[in-house]
C-alpha cells in the first residue's frame, strides 16, 4: 500500500465519504459501516486507464481541494476532494509516484511470478470461505420460505398473549435477522 486516508467522493450527485488506499495500479475505495466501525469495499480503481487532473476550486459545484479521475477506457469520470488541501497535496504526489513506480517497473521488466499470484487468490479465497460456507448451508437448509417459516415456530405466550420465537436458528441468532425474516413471512 502506497497511501490512504479519508475523502469525498461525487457519485451521482452526491457526495459519499470513503476510505481510500492506493496500491500499485489501483485505488480502492471502501464505506465505513455505522454500527460495527468495519469496511465495506464498494470499489476500485484502475489506475493504468485514468487520468488525474487537478480542478481549481469551485470548478465544480461544492468541490474544495479536489481533482478529476478520467477513465478514458470507459470515458467515465470520478470527483474526489478531501477536507484540507494538505491532504490534496499528499494524494496528489502519492499518485505520481505510483504512476512513476508502474513506470520504472515496466523499464526493470518487474514481472509477478504466477505462482505467486495464484498463491495469494487462494489466500484471500480460503480467507472468505468459512463466511460462504455459513451462508450456503444457510440456503440449503432453508430452501423455501415454508421450510424457514416452519424452523421458525411462534406460539403464544400464556401470560401476555404476545407471541414468540421457540427456536433459533443455528448459526443466526441475530435478533434483528430473525426479525427481517418474520417480516419476510407474514
Avoid at 455459513?134 to 424452523?151: A, G, V
Amino acid at each position: 500500500m502506497i497511501h490512504s486516508g479519508s475523502m469525498y467522493k461525487i457519485s451521482a450527485g452526491n457526495k459519499q465519504l470513503r476510505r481510500f488506499f492506493l496500491f500499485d495500479k489501483q485505488l480502492v475505495y471502501c464505506r465505513k459501516l455505522l454500527a460495527s466501525g468495519k469496511l465495506q469495499y464498494k470499489g476500485r480503481i484502475n489506475l493504468d486507464q485514468c487520468q488525474t487532473v487537478d480542478l481549481d476550486d469551485n470548478s465544480e459545484p461544492g468541490v474544495v481541494n479536489g481533482w478529476k479521475m478520467e477513465n478514458r477506457a470507459k470515458n467515465k469520470w470520478i470527483v474526489l476532494f478531501c477536507k484540507k488541501s494538505s491532504d490534496k497535496t499528499a494524494w496528489l504526489d502519492a499518485l505520481k509516484e505510483e504512476r512513476k513506480q508502474v513506470e520504472l517497473d515496466k523499464e526493470n521488466n518487474f514481472v509477478i511470478p504466477e505462482a505467486q499470484k495464484q498463491a495469494a487468490y487462494v489466500q484471500v479465497t480460503r480467507s472468505n470461505s468459512t463466511r460462504s460456507k455459513k451462508l450456503n448451508s444457510f440456503s440449503q437448509k432453508y430452501k423455501s420460505t415454508s421450510d424457514l417459516r416452519n424452523s421458525l415456530l411462534v406460539e403464544q405466550n400464556p401470560r401476555d398473549g404476545k407471541s414468540k420465537s421457540t427456536k433459533k436458528l443455528k448459526g443466526f441468532s441475530n435478533k434483528i435477522f430473525l426479525k427481517k425474516q418474520k417480516k419476510l413471512l407474514h
